[in-house]
DNA sequence: ACGGCAATAT
DNA sequence: AATATTGCCG
C-alpha cells in the first residue's frame, strides 16, 4: 500500500514537470504525408482537444497503476509509450474494453524514417528476446494442440499463431523444450510437475486431441482439461493487432474459416493458402516495439 | 529449406 | 533460469 502512494508522488512529481498544454505542437498535426496516408489506406486522424489527451493521459495512468499487467510481448521494460498496444488477448478477459482509436504519437521526435530500409531491418535487426508470457504459451499450447503433434512444427506453429513478430527460431526452440517436458510429464504420468516447469505447468498437456497423429498410442493422459469436443478452438485467432484489409470472399466472416485436421488425408490445401497468404499480409512489421528496445538507430 | 535434437552460448 | 544459437543429421 506504500508503494501506491509513493507512484502517485513520482506521477504528480511527473506531472508536474510537463510543458504545458501551450507549449506542445498541436496533435492535429499530420505525422505523415497525405500521399502516404491515403497511400496505406490509413484513415486521417481525428481531431483532439486537450480534453481528449487528458483522458487519455489519465487512462493511461490508471492502467499503469492497475494491475501491472503489461501483456507485452517481451519482458524486460516496458519502454515509455510502448506499452500503449497490447500483444495478444483473449476472450476472457473481459475487462479491458478499450478499443478506441489508435493514437498518441510523440510530437517530439517526429522521427520520420521508414520505407525500404525499416521493412528490411525488420528481419535484419536483432531482436530482444522473447518472452514466454503465460499468454502466448497459451496460445502456442492450443495451436499445437490443433495442429496434432504431427503437424506441429515450427513454420506452421508460427502461422497459426499469428503473433506479430514472433519468429521461427522462437518456435521451434521453445517447442523443443516443450517436447521435453511433455515427454517427461508423460514418463511419469501421475503427476509432477516439477517446480522448474512454471510456465508450461499452468498450461495442460494436449491430450491427443484428435483422431489421426500419434503413431504410438500410449499418449492419452488422463489430463483432458481443455477441449470440450463440439468446440475446437477458435482457430483463425484473432489478429492480435495490425490491420488487415483483407477480402476474401471464401470464408469471410464467420467466425471459422479453419477446420484444423486437414492435412493427412484430405486435400483442402485450399484453406491452408488463403491462410498464408492472409498471415503473409499481416507479418509486415510497420511500427513495433522491435526497434525501440535498445537501438537508438538514426537512420 | 525445413525439422529435430543435443550441446552450447548469452 | 530462460532463450537463442549452432552443429549435425535426416
Not at 63 to 77: D, K, T, V, W, Y
Not at 79 to 85: L, R
Not at 126 to 154: M, Y
Not at 288 to 293: C, I, T, V
Request: with cysteine.
Amino acid at each position: 500500500m506504500g508503494e501506491e502512494s509513493k507512484i502517485d508522488d513520482g506521477v504528480a512529481e511527473w506531472e508536474a514537470g510537463l510543458p504545458s498544454l501551450d507549449d506542445l505542437t498541436p496533435l492535429s498535426q499530420s505525422l505523415i504525408s497525405a500521399e502516404l496516408a491515403s497511400a496505406f489506406k490509413i484513415s486521417p486522424e481525428p481531431y483532439r482537444t486537450a480534453l481528449d489527451v487528458d483522458r487519455a493521459s489519465q487512462s493511461t495512468i490508471s492502467s499503469l497503476r492497475g494491475a501491472g499487467s503489461s501483456i507485452n510481448l517481451f519482458g524486460g521494460h516496458v519502454d515509455d509509450n510502448a506499452m500503449a498496444e497490447a500483444e495478444l488477448e483473449e476472450g476472457s478477459d473481459p475487462k479491458k474494453s478499450r478499443r478506441t482509436d489508435p493514437a498518441a504519437e510523440d510530437p517530439a521526435k517526429t522521427d520520420n524514417c521508414m520505407d525500404d530500409q525499416s521493412t528490411s531491418a525488420a528481419k535484419t535487426l536483432k531482436r530482444p528476446r522473447l518472452v514466454w508470457t503465460p499468454q502466448l504459451h497459451k496460445r502456442f499450447v492450443e495451436v499445437v494442440a490443433h495442429l496434432g503433434l504431427k503437424n506441429a512444427v515450427p513454420k506452421t506453429i508460427m502461422q497459426l499463431m499469428n503473433v506479430e513478430g514472433l519468429t521461427r527460431e522462437n518456435v521451434a526452440s521453445h517447442l523443443q523444450k516443450y517436447r521435453l517436458y511433455v515427454k517427461r510429464m508423460q514418463g511419469l504420468s501421475n503427476e509432477g510437475p516439477s517446480p522448474s516447469d512454471h510456465l508450461f505447468a499452468s498450461t495442460p498437456v494436449p491430450p491427443q486431441s484428435f483422431n489421426e497423429s500419434s503413431s504410438h498410442g500410449s499418449v492419452g493422459n488422463g489430463n483432458s482439461g481443455n477441449n470440450h469436443a463440439g468446440m475446437p478452438i477458435p482457430m483463425p485467432y484473432p489478429p492480435p493487432q495490425q490491420i488487415m484489409p483483407v477480402h476474401m470472399m471464401g470464408m469471410s466472416t464467420n467466425g471459422h474459416g479453419f477446420h484444423g485436421y486437414e492435412s493427412a488425408h484430405s486435400h483442402n490445401h485450399h484453406y491452408q493458402q488463403q491462410y498464408n497468404s492472409i498471415m503473409q499480409q499481416q507479418r509486415d512489421w510497420s511500427g513495433n516495439k522491435y526497434h525501440l528496445a535498445q537501438n537508438n538507430n538514426k537512420c
